[in-house]
């Protein structure tokens, strides 16, 4: 299946993933769209004959745009990734609706295997925002890329924490086209996480932000991290969605930040902390319990562009001194001559990228 007829259907009105996904299984490849009519929709278990009267005219609609599309995206410097594209996100190809297109504005690292979502309220109080920011940069600092939905509020502040630190990476995945700002006070910050990190939605260019976006919006950042962190949040807000997709649906660890008791917006977190979610009060509570990368994930990574970097200059001066046996971080500031901060947040990056571990404290020992 081709870039073009993943399109298709992504640019079929009235499809969903869900749909999408039943006619990729019912016909075998995507390219069958360009030929389906109303009787081959039809047979597709779950459509009917009054879904396939509107499927197969929307096809055919559809069909007319795909090129000028394509055409668009190569003028406004967007790239276009569907999943039999081996740069597609291994870990939201994995999840059981991954969009048919992702529209990239920007650029996918290596480095995005390893990512944690942050979310919560647009209206936010000043704590909500401070810790957003401070969790953004410390996580950004331990190698990890922020994940989150371009909002006022807590997204803003996590994606600018992350910014805020040399190193650090930020997706921002958009409930509207990647062309579209929304909110518009953001447009300068979109612009600045495309040239360090990326701008991601799965709907066509010029798309406007309508309320049925912004789920199917959620479920791309839970489906692009490998955790969710929940910074404010009132008990029925599209955070607890996000945090309900990243746990029930997708396998995700769900980090909670509590707050002041009397505020309405501590009422999510609570919750979710009730429920099981982690209680996080410092960055390790998020590392700890992060644990490996799935499986699947790290053998579709180490096909693909989405490999692990590689290691720099101060990672094989800790790994020359570790040895084979454990160390803790004292001996190894001495060995090395590193500053304590220094050695702490290289030994996290090396921890989430496998290549050593932690034996027990502060105490580390490479991965055999």
Not at 124 to 149: H, K, P
Not at 191 to 218: D, T
Request: some cysteine; hydrophobic content about 45%; aromatic content about 4%.
């Amino acid at each position: 299946m081709g870039l073009r007829d993943w399109l298709l259907l992504a640019m079929t009105a009235g499809l969903g993933p869900i749909t999408t996904r039943r006619l990729i299984e019912a016909w075998g490849a995507a390219s069958a769209a360009w030929a389906a009519g109303e009787r081959e929709v039809k047979e597709v278990p779950g459509i009917g004959a009054a879904g396939a009267r509107k499927i197969a005219a929307a096809l055919r609609e559809a069909a007319r745009g795909v090129e000028d599309e394509m055409a668009k995206a190569a003028r406004l410097g967007v790239r276009l990734l569907c999943p039999d594209d081996e740069a597609y996100p291994a870990l939201l190809r994995d999840i059981s609706d991954p969009p048919a297109i992702l529209y990239v504005k920007g650029k996918l690292e290596a480095r995005d295997l390893h990512a944690l979502a942050i979310v919560g309220s647009r209206k936010c109080s000043f704590y909500g925002r401070e810790q957003a920011t401070r969790f953004a940069g410390l996580l950004a600092g331990a190698g990890l890329t922020i994940v989150s939905g371009g909002a006022r509020g807590v997204d803003a502040a996590a994606h600018r924490g992350a910014l805020a630190h040399p190193q650090g990476r930020t997706l921002c995945v958009l409930g509207c086209g990647v062309d579209v700002a929304y909110p518009p006070e953001n447009a300068e910050l979109f612009f600045e996480i495309s040239q360090r990190g990326a701008v991601i939605s799965e709907l066509p260019l010029g798309s406007p932000p309508m309320a049925e976006n912004f789920p199917r919006r959620n479920r791309i950042i839970s489906g692009l991290s490998r955790g969710v962190l929940v910074i404010e949040a009132a008990e029925r807000s599209g955070a607890l969605i996000t945090a309900r997709l990243a746990c029930d649906d997708h396998g995700r660890t769900v980090f909670a930040l509590p707050g002041q008791v009397d505020n309405p917006l501590s009422a999510g977190p609570h919750q979710l902390i009730r429920d099981g979610a982690a209680l996080v009060g410092k960055l390790e509570d998020i590392l700890d319990a992060l644990g490996p990368l799935p499986q699947g994930a790290v053998e579709e990574g180490e096909k693909s562009p989405a490999s692990p970097v590689m290691l720099s200059d101060r990672q094989k001066l800790l790994i020359e001194h570790m040895g084979g046996s454990a160390v803790g971080v004292d001996a190894l500031i001495e060995r090395t001559g590193l500053e304590a901060p220094v050695v702490l947040q290289e030994l996290t990056y090396l921890s989430l990228k496998g290549v050593v571990q932690r034996a027990d404290g502060q105490t580390f020992v490479l991965h055999r």
